[in-house]
């Protein structure tokens, strides 16, 4: 069974801070991975993806993927009260299938 | 431009009933994927649409089928609902299968009495 595993939180980082969010995939074959922001009540929205071994940088936001640990990352420098939110992981299988974790809720305190 | 859109937005339903919820894909988009979310849980993955065919399909029973039309909106349908199909169904529409970059409707709340 093909898993995709998030520790579910809550995270509780003080505003201004930098909020970690980990993830582990179970699938070596994997490639390609994806966050996704998830408001109460909300559906969720791409904010970050990445293919390759390293760090990738948004705006405040930067993907760190290690294919050797099967170990993805997400960090939010600068953390706001708008940040707080579900944050779910996603990998594209080596059958091609999109895999998630659970997500991790993150609260930001002011 | 108009993102993808889903109806209807809530609806009740008694157990054994039949449901069908829509789905609009983003402009561009001809993929269409389903998801059921429960309360606390990730994305379940339902089935994937292309070309008018399902691609691929989760674990899901035969009570979930769907339909794919050639301006590929998209249909899901469920049978003799049970108490535990209660859930947020989301629609999720991509550029071409086989991606995790989804872009996704506002979902429909199903609750099933």
Redesign the interface.
């Known amino acids: 069974q093909k898993e995709v595993e998030q520790n579910s939180g809550p995270l509780s980082v003080p505003e201004g801070a930098i909020a970690s969010l980990n993830c582990t995939y179970s699938d070596r074959g994997s490639q ?3 966050w996704y922001r998830q408001y109460s009540g ?5 904010i970050m ?1 990445i293919y390759s071994n390293g760090d990738k940088e948004d705006g405040r936001f930067t993907a760190q993927l290690n294919k050797a640990s099967q170990y993805v990352s997400l960090l939010i420098r600068d953390s706001q009260p708008s940040d707080s939110a579900t944050y ?1 992981c ?3 299988d080596s059958n ?3 895999i ?4 991790t809720k993150l609260i930001i305190k002011p | 431009d108009a993102g993808v859109t889903q109806s209807p937005t809530h609806l009740i339903k008694t157990r054994g009933q039949q449901v069908t919820l829509r789905c609009s894909p983003k402009s561009g988009h001809d993929t269409v994927s389903w998801y059921q979310q429960a309360l606390g849980q990730g994305p379940q993955f339902i089935f994937q649409y292309y070309e008018e065919e399902e691609r691929q399909r989760g674990n899901f029973p035969d009570r979930f089928s769907g339909h794919q039309f050639p301006n590929y909106s998209s249909e899901l349908n469920v049978n003799a609902l049970l108490l535990g199909d209660s859930a947020l169904y989301l629609c999720a529409s991509s550029l071409r299968p086989n991606t995790g970059e989804l872009f996704f409707g506002e979902g429909s709340r199903l609750t099933v009495l």
């Not at chain 1, 909300?42 to 791409?46: I, Q």
């Not at chain 1, 998630?100 to 997500?103: K, L, R, V």
Request: glycine content about 10%.
């Open positions: 390609s991975f994806f909300k559906s969720p929205e791409l993806f779910l996603a990998a594209v091609y299938q999109l998630w974790g659970a997500g």
